[in-house]
């Protein structure tokens, strides 16, 4: 039996839920609004074709200001990446990480004790740790060869938040022409930081996917959950 610390996780909130309610968004919910419990953007790709490598993308706390000094990870925070071998759906392997003194720290992956909406700290299987970065990022690679960074990144989000709310706006006047060009459109959050946590991993480590996407390719299937110290 796996050793875990005895450190109960809560529910983790917004990836879980976007899936099973179908449309939570970041900042929507109120217990995770302005923490880094709140998910803004979740990204896993390949970092250049035919690698045999994997990028998770984790950012939380979006529209962190520069002059509020980037935010800070909460240390009652625990994110996980959960990662679907065989496509029911449930995980088979989760990275965790988790914020200390300054640096974040990084379990797995492996197969969890317990799937679902709890979790616990796995720390008998440590991958790695990295400081947090402040304005000069740093990144951390391993003798396995997986790399780590944790700290604030330019928001990647465009969104031109104002001409949104006036096309979804009842006044039939409010956006006679719809969505704006990209020439013309503004981004409103242009300036604006959020705090990632970045995993690029040799798939070797991460097992063998039989899960197939849409097109018929073999695939990860993979989401983010963040769970908070009960």
Do not use: C
Not at 6 to 11: C, H, R, S, V
Not at 24 to 53: M, R, V
Not at 98 to 123: C, E, K, W
Not at 144 to 149: A, Q
């Amino acid at each position: 039996m796996k050793k875990t610390t005895k450190i109960a996780m809560g529910l983790g909130v917004l990836a879980l839920l976007a899936i099973a309610l179908v449309s939570a968004d970041h900042i929507d919910a109120p217990s995770a609004a302005g923490s880094t419990a709140d998910i803004a953007d979740f990204y896993a790709f390949e970092p250049s074709e035919g690698s045999n490598n994997t990028v998770f993308v984790v950012d939380v706390q979006s529209d962190v200001l520069p002059e509020l000094a980037y935010g800070s990870f909460d240390e009652d925070v625990l994110t996980e990446i959960n990662i679907d071998l065989n496509g029911d759906l449930v995980e088979d392997q989760v990275i965790q990480a988790i914020a200390r003194d300054g640096r974040m720290y990084f379990f797995g992956p492996t197969a969890p004790d317990q799937t679902g909406l709890s979790s616990q700290v796995l720390v008998d299987y440590p991958l790695g740790d990295v400081e947090i970065s402040g304005a000069t990022p740093t990144v951390e690679t391993t003798s396995d060869g997986v790399s780590l960074f944790a700290g604030p990144r330019q928001d990647p989000f465009f969104f031109d938040f104002f001409q949104f709310n006036a096309v979804i706006s009842p006044e039939t006047d409010s956006a006679p022409g719809g969505f704006l060009p990209p020439e013309e459109a503004a981004d409103t959050f242009d300036g604006a930081n959020t705090l990632s946590i970045i995993v690029e991993i040799p798939n070797s480590m991460l097992g063998t996917p039989t899960a197939t996407n849409a097109l018929g390719f073999t695939v990860y299937k993979t989401w983010v959950t963040t769970n908070r110290k009960q």
